[in-house]
Nanobody
Framework: QVQLVESGGGSVQAGGSLRLSCVVSGSVDRSYSMGWFREAPGKEREGVAVIDTSGRTHYTDSVKGRFSISKDNAKNTLLLQMDSLKPEDTALYYC?????????????????WGQGTQVIVNS
């Protein structure tokens, strides 16, 4: 059983920054990939950034160079630093965990989800 609790969302002007955090608890071992997904109104949930079991990071094209995913193992926390935010980044952001993930940004690979944290970017 994996529990994920996100925080750090909010409202920001375009060009601003936010840092999302996800506290991870439960049975998470080295077979898990961890990531951030987002769901905008009227759109499907999409993968944003993932850290795989080898520590490699994967990003969707629209956030490359602006977002950075990392883990603070001492605090069992997954982080997402979001810079140069754009209005199109507005969405509900979810933390997710999945075992033996092959397609890193595919939501179907992830079985544990947090409740989400809202990000609003104003133009």
């Amino acid at each position: 059983q994996v529990q994920l609790v996100e925080s750090g969302g909010g409202s920001v002007q375009a060009g601003g920054s936010l840092r999302l955090s996800c506290v991870v608890s439960g049975s998470v071992d080295r077979s898990y990939s961890m990531g951030w997904f987002r769901e905008a109104p009227g759109k499907e949930r999409e993968g944003v950034a993932v850290i795989d079991t080898s520590g490699r990071t994967h990003y969707t094209d629209s956030v490359k160079g602006r977002f950075s995913i990392s883990k603070d193992n001492a605090k069992n926390t997954l982080l997402l630093q979001m810079d140069s935010l754009k209005p199109e980044d507005t969405a509900l952001y979810y933390c997710a965990a999945g075992r033996y993930v092959a397609d890193h940004l595919a939501k179907i690979e992830y079985t544990s989800w947090g409740q989400g944290t809202q990000v609003i970017v104003n133009s």
